[in-house]
């Protein structure tokens, strides 16, 4: 993790130090259940690296992440009949509580 931040949840949640629910860990993502679900199966999927925005992010780490919201996607899909792809949201900036992702 590039830029480790005390004061950022996600960071900590990808580094391992904030404890979360994962679903998914690569370089590249981490992909955990949100701690207050809007609905079954509400994951969120955040780069390992902190990045300020979603513009920041680049297109070839953008593209990878969204490469592991698409499979989370479709793997919590089938066990809880969640159409996941329904509900995909996007947050520009890491400012955000995990409460604004609904």
Same mark, same amino acid.
């Given at each position: ?7 950022? +949840?996600?960071?900590?949640? #990808?580094? *391992?130090? =904030?404890? !979360? ?11 955990f259940l ?11 999927v955040i780069?390992?690296?902190? +990045?300020?925005?979603?513009? #920041?992010? *680049?297109? =070839?780490? !953008? ?30 900036a890491r ?8």
């Amino acid at each position: 993790m590039t830029n480790p931040s005390d004061n950022c +949840v996600f960071c900590r949640i #990808a580094a *391992g130090t =904030e404890p !979360a629910q994962i679903v998914h860990r690569s370089a590249t993502s981490c992909a955990f259940l949100d701690h207050a679900p809007a609905a079954p199966g509400h994951v969120l999927v955040i780069p390992t690296e902190h +990045v300020e925005t979603l513009p #920041a992010t *680049g297109p =070839e780490r !953008a593209g990878a992440l969204f490469v592991t919201v698409q499979r989370v996607s479709d793997a919590i899909e089938h066990p809880t009949g969640f159409l996941s792809s329904n509900r995909t949201a996007v947050l520009r900036a890491r400012r955000y509580s995990t409460r604004t992702f609904t």
